[in-house]
């Protein structure tokens, strides 16, 4: 069975870093690109960014490019976020997910972010 | 960039109604596109891929169509588990962009 558990969610003041970390099981995960996919609270669903198989290609969005970092480790099985520069707007819930042919056919269960004073 | 607009934002629908929502893309995506649904509290699920390709495990009342710019999600015979937003998205090219989701309540 496929399984994502995040953690390194909490609350972080603004313009403060945190690291996010997805471990993955029940995959061949060095096979899989991964992506993270937040969701602001009521809101809908916003790609964050995207790391190929062996971690040498990565994309973000405009929102988040220079202040956010994803990276691997295939031998740890774990993708990470690394959040740098934090601002109100970042406040969400990050999902780590297993992407197949383009499309995210698993997805962790979220981890909490909130950037407040 | 590509903006992905869904319409409704919402609907409310009897179990056993058939529910058609939208997907529209701002510019040609092909089929690339997949439809995911959320249920309150629990992280997103994939439902179609590539438009009209249903994932494993997800029921055949759920549908997808369309190409280009216009996408369909089709519920038949809708069921009370139902109940949940719908997020369309672009896929396979950069930014994966997402719709504002389709919210389907039932009465």
């Known amino acids: 069975e496929v399984q994502l558990v995040e953690t390194g969610g909490g609350l972080v003041q603004p313009g403060r870093s945190l690291k996010l970390s997805c471990v993955a099981s029940g995959f061949t995960f060095s096979s899989y690109w991964m992506y993270w996919i937040r969701q602001a609270p009521g809101k809908g669903l916003e790609w964050v960014s995207s790391?190929?198989?062996?971690?040498?290609?990565?994309y973000y969005p405009d929102s988040v490019k220079g202040r956010f970092t994803i990276s691997r480790d295939n031998a740890e099985n774990t993708v990470y976020l690394q959040m740098n520069s934090l601002r109100s707007e970042d406040t969400a819930t990050y999902y780590c997910?297993?992407?197949?042919?383009?499309?995210?056919?698993?997805w962790g269960q979220g981890a909490s972010v909130t950037v407040s004073s | 960039n590509i903006v992905m607009t869904q319409s409704p934002k919402s609907m409310s629908i009897s179990v056993g109604d058939r529910v058609t929502m939208n997907c529209k893309a701002s510019q040609n995506v092909y089929n690339n596109i997949a439809w995911y649904q959320q249920k309150p509290g629990q992280s997103p699920k994939l439902l179609i891929y590539?438009?009209?390709n249903r994932y494993n495990g997800v029921p055949d009342r759920f549908t997808g169509s369309g190409y280009g710019t216009d996408f369909t999600l089709t519920i038949n015979s809708v069921q009370a588990e139902d109940a949940a937003f719908y997020y369309c998205?672009?896929?396979?090219?950069?930014?994966?962009?997402f719709g504002a989701g389709t919210k389907l309540e039932l009465k």
């Open positions: 590539y438009a009209s």
């Open positions: 790391i190929n198989t062996d971690g040498g290609s990565t």
């Open positions: 998205q672009r896929i396979y090219n950069s930014p994966y962009t």
């Open positions: 997910a297993k992407v197949r042919r383009g499309v995210m056919d698993a």
